[in-house]
């Protein structure tokens, strides 16, 4: 593993591991700041404080001859502002921070130029002149919403428009077909629930009834979306959509979904998935030229007819989808599909989900449930210090990826089927690795890993701790380039764990797990799910490194 060429940072302080071969000692920088002074390897850089905006994170090394290395290693990333901003509801020209105020109603739509309650003749009931450009700060005054749709806003990447609650809790309701919240044809928009100090999520959502409404869909060709501090308290299909459907406008050759940042929300009780990200049909063009589906049969299968051509859904680049909080979805809690784009076969990291929580995820009767967290086809990355427990459906965690996707410091409890799952069903897969480091599994089902992929190269799979299932790992395809050592899946979890009934899976000092496992250092894994260094030496097994 490398560090991600772009990483999104929204807490301090800033901590990295640093690895390499030959390097003893580090110094690092900031921007084009003075490098620190040099550290061991065995400390992880710590960074109390760093300012807004883009940085980057410059690292040098030198060898036990104090030889040291010339081209710095860098990798940017994005520290953000997002958190409390008590907002009240004024605009500049009183004092305030408002550029427009946007107050309760029903049925509201806005564009860039124009702001009116819609009233199904294409003609507005109340118009208010709005002039929408990058870094205009659109406030919801708190109170009760039916809908709101947003289309054409367009920011810019050092100055997205913001739209964001003032003066207390923005809810959303309704039980008819529309979203509750809708993003439209727009890009570099961010929708935070950041504006009332006493209300965590300060934009909530509920939509009811038989007709399949999302709580909040970004769409219609929307790009460079930050949502963030929202909470879906139901919602009749899924909580939070972040794709653009396959059409004649938008494809997979005229446009790319970049940059979706989706973070610190809270979605429970839906009556579809948590989150539905991305397509689910990136391999529907393997499938088309090789004659064995015809193309736009019907809407589920990723693709249309446009002018006696082939269309398939659109791609993702840039996924982002962290600390959340999910519970009782019907479908999948997380799902993300055709977030790749890594067209050489070499690891590709354009897509992370990590530190989330998923309880009682895909507990639905329907098929279709694959798992409590999903990678859906199309999709590359790292997934980590996720912590699932609980659902009906096939897995805790379902990979069915093309491979590059890297599996580690994940805690999965209680799964029904199998703890986690890598499908071969990605037509037209890269072949390339799937590795799967240093997770905590405990399931009531056959399985602690199956691995039904068979062609792809360069399987690892270290140092996970995988206990009460019939069979820890179980490989379809004996032949598989896979290499497995150090995993632990035997004892009780009483002889493992602080407390397994009060879901604390830290171990005790005398589990068998404590340095059982295999320095992966060099495969940049350096530190545990509480972001604590690993050890030098022999690494303990499971998600986490046991400390006094």
């Known amino acids: 593993m490398a560090p991600p060429a772009y990483w999104y940072v929204d807490a301090v302080p800033l901590s990295a591991g640093v690895a390499g071969d030959d390097v003893t000692h580090y110094r690092y920088a900031i921007d084009d700041g003075a490098f620190s002074d040099e550290q061991p390897v065995a400390a992880p850089?710590?960074?109390?404080?760093?300012?807004?905006?883009?940085?980057?994170?410059?690292?040098?090394?030198?060898?036990?001859?104090?030889?040291?290395?010339?081209?710095?290693?860098?990798?940017s990333f994005h520290m953000a502002t997002t958190g409390p901003e008590p907002t009240a509801c004024?605009?500049?020209?009183?004092?305030?921070?408002?550029?427009?105020?946007?107050?309760?109603?029903?049925?509201?739509?806005?564009?860039?130029?124009?702001?009116?309650?819609?009233?199904?003749?294409?003609?507005?009931?109340?118009?208010?002149?709005?002039?929408?450009?990058?870094?205009?700060?659109?406030?919801?005054q708190a109170g009760a919403y039916d809908t709101l749709n947003i289309r054409g806003f367009e920011g810019s990447p050092e100055a997205p428009v913001t739209l964001v609650n003032c003066g207390g809790r923005v809810d959303f309701a309704h039980s008819h077909a529309n979203a509750a919240l809708g993003v439209l044809e727009s890009r570099y928009v961010r929708i935070v629930g950041v504006g009332a100090a006493a209300e965590p999520y300060g934009i909530t959502i509920a939509t009811s009834g038989n007709q399949g409404a999302n709580g909040l869909e970004i769409t219609d060709g929307s790009s460079d979306i930050e949502v963030a501090f929202v909470e879906v308290k139901s919602s009749a299909y899924a909580g939070i959509v972040a794709r653009t459907n396959v059409s004649c406008k938008w494809h997979r050759e005229s446009f790319v979904q970049e940059n979706t940042f989706l973070h610190h929300n809270n979605v429970h009780d839906t009556g579809g998935e948590g989150f539905y990200i991305g397509g689910s049909h990136w391999g529907a063009l393997e499938l088309v030229e090789n004659g064995n589906a015809q193309c736009g049969v019907n809407a589920g299968n990723g693709t249309i007819v446009c002018e006696n051509d082939c269309k398939f859904e659109p791609e993702l680049h840039g996924v982002r989808v962290y600390a959340n909080r999910v519970e009782r979805t019907a479908a999948d809690g997380i799902q993300v599909g055709s977030a790749w784009s890594d067209n050489d076969g070499t690891v590709d990291y354009d897509t992370e989900v990590y530190d989330n929580v998923v309880i009682a995820g895909a507990t639905g009767d329907s098929p279709y449930n694959s798992g409590a967290l999903d990678i859906n086809p199309g999709t590359s990355g790292r997934v980590y210090r996720n912590f699932v427990r609980g659902t009906d459906a096939y897995a805790g965690l379902f990979i069915a990826g093309p491979g590059n996707i890297d599996i580690y410091n994940n805690v999965i409890i209680t799964a029904t089927d199998v703890g986690l799952v890598i499908q071969d069903n990605d037509v037209g897969a890269k072949n390339g690795p799937f590795r799967i480091l240093n997770n905590t599994i405990v399931n009531d089902g056959p399985h602690g890993i199956y691995m039904y992929h068979s062609h792809s190269q360069g399987n690892l799979c270290h140092n996970n701790l995988l206990l009460r299932t019939s069979e820890a790992i179980h490989l379809l395809n004996a032949s598989v380039d896979w290499k497995a050592s150090t995993n632990v899946t035997t004892g009780s979890l009483e002889s493992h764990f602080v407390n397994a009934g009060e879901d604390d899976y830290h171990l005790l000092s005398t589990s068998s797990a404590v340095d059982a496992g295999t320095d992966v250092s060099s495969l940049g894994l350096t530190t545990d799910f509480d972001k604590l260094p690993r050890k030098v030496g022999p690494y303990d097994v499971g998600a986490f490194e046991y400390t006094p």
Request: glycine share 10%.
């Open 90 to 140: 004024k605009l500049v020209a009183d004092g305030g921070t408002c550029d427009f105020i946007l107050t309760t109603s029903s049925g509201f739509y806005a564009t860039p130029n124009h702001f009116y309650d819609a009233n199904g003749d294409g003609t507005p009931d109340y118009e208010k002149l709005l002039d929408i450009k990058p870094g205009s700060k659109v406030c919801l």
């Open 45 to 75: 850089i710590s960074i109390p404080s760093v300012a807004a905006g883009k940085r980057t994170l410059k690292i040098i090394g030198r060898d036990a001859a104090g030889n040291w290395q010339v081209t710095p290693t860098q990798a």
